[in-house]
């Protein structure tokens, strides 16, 4: 018999059992649901409202029950609807009367709000180190290529020369944001429900900050109808994580084109790439387009979730059983991600000559060649037609700037000079670019030292 059936007078239909219960999923949750069961019994206990000795027996029966789940040795039950349930039933069968008593002051709805926060909250930790991780591939990565030039695009089109480095730490910065979204998430999420009832609270006389000390939360949930109906810290998780796959797909697509034949600036080693069941050349970029792919998956969740909660009244109702699986799955799908991007990114090869022999073509000096001339006097709006003009002849000749004679230069402007060549160089085109989050070797330097910085004292927090 179901733990809510005194109401009634008939049996669950089989389908409605099977629709309505979510054991099939939220099964994951027993650790947290154990855990604060044991934190719930023992406040009760110091306040009075169930004895000492039952809850002594009711830690000592859950701490069993979590031994017995961790060695396989128990099956869930459908019947039980989900995992508090089965967990209770469980815990009655064992120690009798004073697992019946469990339950007093709480609702399963504070129940699941207190599991499903506890969970995220260890999740969000957990993708937070995995960053850092990458974050830590990046800065190894940036220090060996501050000297390697390549080209920066826009439209993605050649633009102007920069380095590998500052490409790199380009995603270092978006991580990094990544990873400060995911610590004011885990602040907000960090307040306990538990105690909020079904939405108004209990008339035993409980102690809700003794069991939000208890379980790590900074304080418990204020009101307890939002307590039970809040949702926007899973919502907000799931924004966070659909960014943090937003730019490993950005960066994914880039290393896509990086190792087609077309760039060759990398080449993925050949235990994170596949090959073709027809074409025997072929190496192909799966893992890269995976996580590409995986990203459209996470936005869903986010999307489902924001649907789900947009038109529910205060408090509790039940569709909100629906956070979870999309949730899951999001938690899933970023956790799988960023361990396998990380090592495919560390073990790349980087084709230094290609990203400098590509550099070298599209006339990336044209916008030097335009603040040669205002250096040397010229308003800066005469010198860029000047370049753009000299684009024009090259690419009639079939020339670059820096390989036209000082005498072709002239017949555009007769500012030009010999040291103009110097001025044109790829490596001077970077190292001049020297302002502060530029691609010159110097500010590199910067961003290395400050990011290591950030990864240091953002490794000491609490995950």
Known sequence: MKLWAGRFQKQTDELVNSFNSSIGF???????DITGSMAHARMLASCGVISQADAQRICAGLQQILLDIEAGKIAFSAENEDIHMNIETLLTERIGDAGKRLHTARSRNDQVALDFRMYLRSETGSIKAMLLELEDTLVSLAEQHQNTVMPGYTHLQRAQPITFAQHLLAYGSMFRRDITRLEDCRARMNECPLGSGALAGTTYPIDR??????????????????????????IELLSDLSLIMMHLSRFCEEIILWCSWEFKFIELDDAYATGSSIMPQKKNPDVAELVRGKTGRVYGSLMGLLTVMKSLPLAYNKDMQEDKEGVFDAVDTVKQCLPVFTAMLATMHVRADHMR????????????CADYLTKKGLPFRDAYKVSGRLVYYCTEQDKTL???????????????????????????????????????????????DALRAFLQEHREEPA
């Open 402 to 448: 820096e390989r036209l004679s000082l005498s072709e230069l002239q017949q555009f402007c007769p500012l030009f000079s010999e040291d103009v060549y110097e001025a044109l160089a790829l490596d001077t085109c970077v190292g001049q670019r020297n302002s502060f989050g530029g691609p010159a070797p110097a500010q590199t330097q910067v961003q290395l």
């Open 26 to 32: 939220d099964a994951r949750l027993y650790k947290q």
């Open 357 to 368: 022999a590509a550099a070298s073509h599209g006339f990336l000096n044209a916008t030097d």
């Open 209 to 234: 900050f003794q069991t939000a000390k208890a379980l790590g939360f900074d304080a418990p949930v204020a009101n307890s109808l939002d307590g039970v109906s809040d949702r926007d810290y899973a």
